[in-house]
């Protein structure tokens, strides 16, 4: 961009260098952002003037490799894509082999950036990074469960593994860990989580409060005017109702809208369920597998708050599709109605695209979704459940 007046001085405009770093610093600079959340560089066709004017060989390594992520633990590095992508998150959610590990070439990462996880150490589950995510992912993939149990056996598993951790001052060894798994996977112990979890038919209030907050919060960083978009579609048919479970605004007419709204929720869930029940849980267990690859599991403070707060995304990005306006439109769903499956996948795609990004693009947006899962916190496994049932 050096090559003209015109691109220096927008390339100045568009980028904040960061005080004391180098030309050949890791965070030499930034790039700005649009009052929208969008890179500055963005042409009005929504794409990349940089790469269009000057090529590929041109774009910082973050832009290049996006929207690829590589985690380097260990000896191993592992490929995934982020959902802020649409067809990342398009490929990722409708193909069923979408999340399958596969081997390939280190030489093809290129100029990609490589985040590392630390492995070995005195934390027991650290020095099992692989086994353990392995295990969450195997649980994942158990088609034969319906989603929210998988989810119910991966907050158990989480949750002894913790224990295991815990227990790993004083000497915990591997085999704990590995033997932890195991009982975790057995068929006996997936049987009577199953049975627990279907026993609970109608989940309490705390899930539904949970969700709203989660989407108010995301309304309030204004990372995303598509995502708040949406999510106003999604509360225009409900009038808002201060009796009747009503909450915080967020400064543009959206409140969580209580009984009403929950209502209309667990019918449209229902009735979609009963028509792509398969297809619906293939696109909720890929979104969740992702997670596992994409997120390593030592950013949370434990396991159990790592899958808590997937199963809250979960949750958010249920209730946000079967609440789609344009799902709505299309009235009682028909499993014989191609147009009914092609407007499910593109609106999952749309939905899960939009939260993505609203909580990767948005700097601390993380941090705050994790506080607002620890703040609903419940003891008791029966309400822990019901957010995985939501």
């Known amino acids: 961009m050096?090559?003209?007046?015109?691109?220096?001085?927008?390339?100045?405009?568009?980028?904040?260098?960061?005080?004391?770093?180098?030309?050949?610093?890791?965070?030499?600079?930034?790039?700005?952002?649009t009052p929208e959340g969008s890179c500055v560089f963005l042409s009005a066709e929504r794409l990349c003037s940089v790469q269009v004017g000057h090529g590929a060989a041109a774009l910082p390594a973050v832009c290049a490799g996006y929207p690829r992520l590589v985690t380097r633990t260990g000896d191993r590095l592992a490929l995934t894509d982020t959902l802020s992508c649409p067809e990342a998150a398009r490929l990722c959610l409708l193909a069923e082999d979408s999340c399958a590990l596969e081997p390939a070439d280190p030489a093809s990462l290129g100029r990609f950036l490589v985040?590392?996880?630390?492995?070995?150490?005195?934390?027991?589950?650290?020095r099992n990074f692989l086994p353990v995510r392995e295990a969450f992912l195997d649980l994942l993939g158990r088609s034969s469960y319906p989603v929210p149990s998988r989810?119910?056996?991966?907050?158990?598993?989480?949750?002894?593994?913790?224990?295991?951790?815990?227990?790993?001052r004083a000497g915990a060894t591997d085999r704990a860990v590995r033997d932890t798994i195991r009982e975790g996977l057995s068929p006996a112990t997936l049987e009577r989580l199953h049975r627990e979890c279907r026993a609970v038919v109608a989940p309490g209030v705390v899930p539904f409060i949970l969700v709203q907050q989660i989407?108010?919060?995301?309304?309030?960083?204004?990372?995303s005017r598509r995502l708040a978009e949406l999510v106003r579609a999604v509360?225009?048919?409900?009038?808002?109702?201060?009796?009747?479970?009503?909450?915080?605004?967020?400064?543009?007419?959206?409140?969580?809208?209580?009984?009403?709204?929950?209502?209309?929720?667990?019918?449209?869930?229902?009735?979609w369920?009963?028509?792509?029940?398969?297809?619906?849980?293939?696109?909720?267990?890929?979104?969740?597998?992702?997670?596992?690859?994409?997120?390593?599991?030592?950013?949370?403070?434990?396991?159990?708050?790592?899958?808590?707060?997937?199963?809250?995304?979960?949750?958010?990005?249920?209730?946000?599709l079967f609440m789609h306006p344009?799902?709505?439109?299309?009235g009682a769903p028909s499993a014989a109605d191609p147009r009914h499956a092609g407007a499910l996948d593109r609106a999952v795609v749309e939905v899960v695209y939009l939260f993505s990004r609203a909580i990767e693009h948005g700097q601390g947006t993380g941090g705050l979704l994790q506080g607002i899962v620890a703040e609903h916190r419940v003891r008791g496994?029966?309400?822990t459940l019901e957010l995985a049932t939501f």
């Open 381 to 383: 496994r029966r309400r």
């Open 326 to 330: 344009a799902l709505r439109e299309l």
């Open 215 to 223: 989407l108010l919060v995301m309304l309030r960083r204004r990372h």
């Open 273 to 320: 369920e009963g028509a792509y029940g398969e297809r619906i849980a293939r696109y909720l267990a890929n979104y969740v597998a992702n997670l596992w690859l994409q997120e390593p599991f030592t950013v949370s403070p434990d396991l159990a708050t790592h899958v808590l707060g997937h199963m809250a995304r979960v949750a958010t990005v249920r209730f946000l």
């Open 115 to 126: 985040r590392h996880v630390a492995a070995g150490g005195h934390d027991p589950l650290v």
């Open 151 to 168: 989810l119910g056996f991966a907050l158990l598993l989480a949750q002894r593994l913790d224990a295991v951790r815990g227990a790993g």
């Open 2 to 33: 050096s090559g003209s007046q015109a691109g220096r001085e927008r390339f100045e405009r568009g980028c904040v260098r960061t005080p004391g770093a180098g030309p050949r610093d890791r965070n030499w600079a930034t790039l700005r952002r």
């Open 235 to 271: 509360y225009a048919p409900f009038p808002g109702d201060a009796d009747d479970g009503g909450g915080p605004d967020d400064g543009g007419g959206v409140t969580a809208r209580g009984r009403e709204l929950s209502a209309a929720y667990q019918g449209a869930r229902r009735a």
